[in-house]
């Protein structure tokens, strides 16, 4: 025990520090994201979808290959390629 129990650390409020900074990133960080998400906007998925068809189509003329058709129904588009037509019911192409 110490001889004077009025005595206090001398670090104070030192290691409050470090966590009123990362609370300050955090919240900049939240901040940044909420600026961008409303400055671009919901994209959704009809944009990767509408890449995928330009990539298709621009490889399928680089390699001299039939152009494919584009398939247009949401539930085949969410089924892996490798993966229509292995059970029957996603085999349709429009």
Do not use: C
């Given at each position: 025990m110490?001889?004077?129990?009025?005595?206090k650390?001398s670090?104070?409020?030192?290691?409050l520090?470090?966590?009123?900074w990362?609370?300050?990133?955090?919240?900049?960080?939240?901040?940044?994201?909420?600026v961008?998400?409303?400055?671009?906007?919901?994209?959704?998925?009809?944009?990767?979808?509408?890449?995928?068809?330009?990539?298709?189509a621009?490889?399928?003329?680089?390699?001299?290959l039939?152009?494919?058709?584009?398939?247009?129904?949401?539930?085949?588009?969410?089924t892996?390629?490798s993966?229509?037509?292995?059970?029957?019911?996603?085999?349709?192409?429009?």
């Open positions: 110490s001889a004077h129990p009025d005595e650390s670090t104070g409020y030192g290691n520090t470090t966590v009123a990362s609370i300050l990133v955090m919240g900049i960080s939240l901040a940044i994201v909420i961008l998400y409303v400055w671009f906007g919901y994209i959704g998925p009809s944009f990767s979808e509408d890449v995928l068809i330009k990539q298709q621009e490889l399928r003329e680089q390699f001299n039939p152009p494919e058709e584009v398939i247009t129904d949401p539930e085949v588009l969410q892996p390629p993966l229509r037509g292995v059970d029957g019911e996603n085999n349709s192409t429009a």
